[in-house]
Nanobody, 122 residues
């Protein structure tokens, strides 16, 4: 059973860094894809970064070079390191997981989602 819990959100100043965490408290079925998304009020949910079980990563252009997705496999935990934050990064951030899949790059559909963690940048 997949259960995702995000943490690490908060309020930051422009230029600060923040690291979000996402832990799957269940058993991770390999292969898998994990993604980080964000959504601001009135905007569509935006996929940001993706990582597969082999550690392969992809990013959308808007965060490439500023955000880094990584994982600590033994702890079933995934991270989104966000640097050079700006007010446009203000959003609720979600992690998502799709087990038993080799498809990760550009993936749009995920079965499991976390509850979200708020990031506010002023």
């Amino acid at each position: 059973h997949v259960q995702l819990v995000e943490s690490g959100g908060g309020s930051k100043q422009a230029g600060d860094s923040l690291r979000l965490s996402c832990t799957d408290s269940g058993y991770m079925h390999i292969p898998y894809c994990v993604g980080w998304y964000r959504q601001s009020p009135g905007k569509e949910r935006e996929g940001l970064a993706f990582i597969d079980n082999d550690g392969g990563t992809t990013y959308v252009d808007s965060v490439k070079g500023r955000f880094t997705i990584s994982k600590e496999h033994r702890k079933n935990t995934f991270f989104l390191q966000m640097n050079s934050l700006n007010p446009e990064d203000t959003a609720t951030y979600y992690c998502a997981e799709e087990p038993n899949t080799y498809v990760c790059t550009g993936r749009r559909e995920f079965t499991y989602w976390g509850q979200g963690t708020q990031v506010t940048v002023s």
